[in-house]
T-cell receptor, first 111, second 115 residues
């Protein structure tokens, strides 16, 4: 079963703009991760944020985590055509190995 | 290429046939995971191995599904008496001890179509 949902389900923006997508989850977590999936390719790990962290940066990516609201956001700055993909959040519970994925956001960057 | 590999990449089969997929993890990784992804959804966990031991199975893994990792290296996932509802992308991932906590490296997947 899916852990939660992502919002929006689909997003189209112009190249160079920023893209923000949100993830909500249902249970207490150890960490939350974001993955990207291109057509015909596997999932690629982008960033991991632990439950005791509130914000994390990696290149053009910024992730926030609000455990009180059970939500996270992923911001991609200065978007590029190559950022076109589906983005999934995935959570890991304490004492657990598996990733529980959200439903994903389909991002399209318009050149 | 030292990433996770899966074989075959595509499989078309008739309902009722058996299929087997293979996953080769990154060589030093001792943890191996199988997920299933249907169209428009996120991946769902199926099962997890640490070395050769299968430590967790999802209730999604019905009696028709079996997974093995006999020598703690590659893994196979077999589906017996396939049904149309088994049509999905089957993803394998691996993780090593001492790496970023729970960062899993995914293979390209095997897309199964059951006619």
């Amino acid at each position: 079963s899916q852990q939660g949902e992502e919002d929006p389900q689909a997003l189209s923006i112009q190249e160079g703009e920023n893209a923000t997508m949100n993830c909500s989850y249902k249970t207490s977590i150890n960490n939350l991760q974001w993955y990207r999936q291109n057509s015909g390719r596997g999932l690629v790990h982008l960033i991991l944020i632990r439950s005791n962290e509130r914000e994390k940066h990696s290149g053009r990516l910024r992730v926030t985590l609000d455990t009180s609201k059970k939500s996270s956001s992923l911001l991609i700055t200065a978007s590029r055509a190559a950022d076109t993909a589906s983005y999934f959040c995935a959570t890991v519970n304490f004492g657990n190995e598996k990733l529980t994925f959200g439903t994903g956001t389909r991002l399209t960057i318009i050149p | 290429d030292t990433g996770v590999s899966q074989d075959p990449r595509h499989k078309i089969t008739k309902r009722g046939q058996n299929v087997t997929f293979r996953c080769d993890p990154i060589s030093e990784h001792n943890r191996l995971y199988w997920y299933r992804q249907t169209l428009g959804q996120g991946p769902e966990f199926l099962t997890y191995f640490q070395n050769e031991a299968q430590l967790e199975k999802s209730r999604l893994l019905s009696d028709r599904f079996s997974a093995e990792r006999p020598k703690g290296s590659f893994s196979t996932l077999e589906i017996q008496r396939t049904e149309q509802g088994d049509s999905a992308m089957y993803l394998c991932a691996s993780r090593g001890v001492g790496g970023s906590y729970n960062e899993q490296f995914f293979g390209p997947g095997t897309r199964l179509t059951v006619l």
